[in-house]
C-alpha cells in the first residue's frame, strides 16, 4: 500500500496525566518497556529478557491507543502508528513489503515503538485458505517479529477488541508475550476522565461530577470523553457569549450520548 511509504516515525503528545484511571496498567507498561530501555544491565545482571511484543486488548474506546502513545511520549521513544486494515494491499507480495517497510523505518527511527492497531484484521484464526492476505501478513509479522534483536530497541505494541479471534501463532513467547486488558473504566477512573475532559472548561458551581460520573454505565473513556464535548457544545448552542458550563448541559449531554450508544 502506497501510503506505507510516508510512513514517519512522531513523538506523539500524551502525557500519563491525560489518561484517567488505570493507574497498574501504566505502571505494568513502564516496567515492561521503560525499564528495559533504561536500566538495561539490571535486566542483564538478574537474566530477564524484555517483552518484545505487548498485545493490549479489550473494549473499543477505553484508552488502548492512548497508553501506546504516552508510553512513546514519557519514554521518549518514536512512534509509528498502523492500523490492521491499512495494510492490505490486492496486488500480491504488496503486504509483506509494507511490513518489511513499517519494520525497517522503525530500526532506523529507534529506540522506537510501532503500535498496530486492529491487530485482529490481520491476526484472526487461519482459515482453510492459507493463501489469503491476512495469513501472508501475519506471517510476515512473525518472521519481522522473530527477527528483532534486544539491542534493536524496536518494541511492538497491538491492540485488538477481539482477543477470542486472534492465531495462537503471535500470541506465543517471543511474540506478544505480555497480554494487557484494558477494561472499561471503575468508578474512580470514570471521575478522572471526567476531569480530564472539562480541565480547560470553566464549571458551573452546581456541576457535580462525581454524580455524573456514577450515571456513565456501561460508558467507555471515548463515551464520557464525548460527554465534555457535547455539555461544552450544548453551553455554547444556548449562550454564545455564555461563561460557564452548567450541570443542566452535562444532563442533557449524558442523555443524548446514552441515546447515540443504543
Ligand atoms: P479503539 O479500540 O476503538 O481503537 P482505544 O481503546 O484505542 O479504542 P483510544 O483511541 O485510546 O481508545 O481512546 C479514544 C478516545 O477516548 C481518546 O482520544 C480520549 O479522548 C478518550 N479516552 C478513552 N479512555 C480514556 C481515558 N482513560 N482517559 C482519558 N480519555 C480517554
Redesign the pocket.
Known amino acids: 500500500p502506497s501510503n506505507i511509504k510516508d510512513l514517519i516515525a512522531t513523538v506523539p503528545q500524551v502525557y500519563w496525566e491525560?489518561?484517567?484511571?488505570?493507574a497498574k496498567i501504566k505502571k505494568q507498561l513502564i516496567e515492561c518497556v521503560e525499564w528495559p530501555l533504561k536500566y538495561p544491565e539490571s535486566f542483564k545482571r538478574i537474566g530477564i529478557k524484555a517483552p518484545q511484543g505487548i498485545l493490549?486488548y479489550?473494549?473499543?474506546?477505553?484508552?488502548?491507543?492512548?497508553?501506546a502513545?504516552a508510553l512513546a511520549t514519557e519514554s521518549k521513544l518514536n512512534f509509528i502508528s498502523i492500523k490492521g486494515p491499512e495494510l492490505f494491499s490486492k496486488y500480491v507480495g504488496d503486504t509483506e513489503k509494507a511490513i518489511r517497510e513499517i519494520f525497517r523505518k522503525a530500526r532506523i527511527s529507534s529506540p522506537c515503538i510501532i503500535f498496530f492497531?486492529?491487530i485482529d484484521a490481520m491476526a484472526s484464526a487461519r482459515g482453510d485458505d492459507d493463501t489469503s492476505v491476512g495469513d501472508r501478513a501475519l506471517c510476515q509479522l512473525l518472521t519481522e517479529m522473530d527477527g528483532i534483536e534486544e539491542k534493536s530497541q524496536v518494541i511492538v505494541i497491538a491492540?485488538?477488541?477481539r482477543l477470542d479471534i486472534l492465531d495462537k501463532a503471535i500470541l506465543r513467547p517471543g511474540r506478544f508475550d505480555r497480554h494487557i486488558e484494558?477494561p472499561f473504566?471503575d468508578d474512580e477512573?470514570k471521575l478522572?476522565?471526567l476531569e480530564?475532559?472539562c480541565r480547560d472548561m470553566p464549571l458551573a458551581e452546581d456541576v457535580d461530577l462525581t454524580a455524573i460520573a456514577k450515571r456513565t454505565t456501561f460508558f467507555?473513556?471515548?463515551d464520557?470523553?464525548?460527554v465534555c464535548r457535547e455539555a461544552g457544545l450544548l453551553a455554547i448552542r444556548e449562550d454564545i457569549e455564555t461563561k460557564e458550563v452548567k450541570m443542566c448541559h452535562f444532563e442533557e449531554a449524558l442523555q443524548s450520548v446514552k441515546t447515540r450508544k443504543r
Open positions: 491525560d489518561i484517567g484511571g488505570n493490549l479489550g473494549p473499543p474506546g477505553c484508552s488502548k491507543t492512548l497508553m502513545k492497531d486492529e491492540a485488538t477488541n484494558i473504566p477512573g478522572e476522565i480530564i475532559g467507555s473513556g471515548a464520557i470523553a464525548l
